[in-house]
């Protein structure tokens, strides 16, 4: 990068953070979306009549259409225009949401469901697309950590807020109606905020679009998908991402409930702190990254750190309530190490690839999300040892277990693909 470029990004300092922050709402938002699910559980099945298998498909809903949409998505922000494409994104979530929150039929919800997974594809990868615009190299792991904590908080209000917002109105319905509102909200501080590019950009603007006109769309792909490094970064990201979708998501308030006996509100507590946890994680992993320059040693060590605290929490006998919490909170911390793989990433490949790179990781992650809630419901229906009452699945301690045993496995995998993966030196090696 020129002398020039390097003046670009650094001169509108305080800019660049409003227009990425503003950018990042979409983020906030959409985790929102892909994690209440985790509050109004027993809602939905009851709404719906679903048992655990049909829940988790009406949940990876989400990630079916993540998965469908992403890498066009990561193609078409590395050619039009961010912002236009950010407007458009929020505007199909925010119509999802409305359809979910009124749908009367579970084809309709799942519908409503899967536009909100299509406008998400561009959430993320339009987040990085703009920071990589606004910022140098050497700052990259912060600001991806300051990005997915703003993703996380939005995580951590469809927790407690959410359960607290839904007994409020008493109806889950009613709270997704607000839901609705908030997306309007966001989509109306995107159009009079963000911006694609710094003011005096253009020159980098004029050669990013040469690059690829030069390329042509398919050599482009071929450049991202023939990189091992996307798709090790991508694996690891997946990997040690499950408790996100497992005890974040979806399953947590319940495992906490019907395996620990805690009251719903206190196990919303300690899925709030897990979300706390991997916002604090992301800050302090892409701050210690940037600060010793390196990228693959800390995600070493999240993914053994991981395994640690998921065995205490799974075989510890006895556990109290605040253990139960202060757990949650350390798992959401050392699993944050999964930010680093973006910076990574982007380092690993060009800049005017930087979208369609990205979305190779987060293609990764959103198959696992379409894959693993099911097969979780599954491993838990298949233990045979849950009984109804009401109509209603009663889990036990045997049921989940067996289940979680996905996430262990998970991190020792995510720990062998650090082996095989490149360090840059959190420098552009391009």
């Not at 985790?38 to 009851?46: C, S, T």
Request: proline fraction near 3%.
């Amino acid at each position: 990068m020129s002398d020039r470029h390097t003046h670009e990004k650094t001169v509108h300092t305080r800019l660049a953070w409003i227009v990425t922050l503003t950018a990042s709402l979409f983020f906030f938002y959409e985790f929102i979306q892909m994690n209440l699910f985790n509050a109004i559980n027993e809602q939905l099945r009851e709404a719906y009549h679903l048992d655990a298998v049909q829940l988790g498909q009406l949940f990876s809903m989400y990630f079916y259409a993540n998965f469908i949409c992403l890498f066009p998505a990561g193609n078409l922000l590395d050619r039009f225009s961010t912002r236009k494409i950010l407007i458009f994104a929020i505007s199909l979530c925010t119509l999802g949401t409305f359809i979910f929150s009124m749908a009367s039929t579970y084809w309709v919800a799942a519908a409503g469901r899967f536009m909100v997974g299509a406008g998400a594809s561009f959430c993320f990868l339009s987040c990085i697309r703009i920071a990589s615009r606004w910022f140098a190299p050497r700052r990259m792991a912060f600001v991806t950590g300051v990005v997915v904590t703003m993703a996380m908080l939005g995580g951590l209000v469809a927790q407690t807020p959410f359960e607290w917002l839904t007994q409020y109105l008493g109806s889950w319905r009613h709270a997704l109606y607000v839901n609705t509102g908030l997306g309007v909200v966001i989509l109306l501080v995107t159009i009079l905020i963000v911006q694609d590019r710094p003011p005096d950009a253009q020159e980098e603007a004029k050669t990013d679009h040469l690059q690829l006109k030069e390329l042509g769309l398919w050599r482009c792909i071929k450049l991202a998908a023939l990189n091992p490094q996307n798709w090790l970064g991508g694996f690891y990201t997946a990997l040690i991402n499950l408790p996100v979708f497992v005890l974040g998501g979806l399953w947590g308030i319940l495992y906490l409930t019907q395996v620990h006996h805690v009251s719903h509100e206190q196990a919303s507590y300690a899925t709030t702190l897990f979300f706390v946890g991997v916002i604090a994680g992301s800050l302090l992993y892409g701050w210690i990254s940037d600060h010793i320059e390196r990228r693959v040693i800390p995600m070493i060590a999240g993914a053994v750190l991981s395994l640690v605290v998921m065995g205490i929490l799974m075989y510890a006998p006895g556990l109290s309530i605040w253990s139960l919490v202060f757990l949650f909170f350390l798992i959401g911390l050392v699993t944050s190490s999964q930010v680093l793989t973006y910076p990574l990433i982007a380092e690993l490949n060009p800049i005017y690839l930087t979208s369609t790179s990205v979305s190779i990781d987060s293609l990764c992650i959103m198959a696992s999300g379409f894959i693993i809630p099911p097969f979780f419901g599954w491993l838990m229906e298949r233990s045979g040892t849950h009984e109804m009452i009401n109509g209603v699945s009663i889990y036990t301690a045997a049921d989940f277990n067996q289940a979680m045993l996905i996430m262990p496995v998970a991190f020792v995998a995510a720990l062998i693909i650090t082996f095989f993966m490149r360090e840059t030196f959190c420098r552009s090696q391009a």
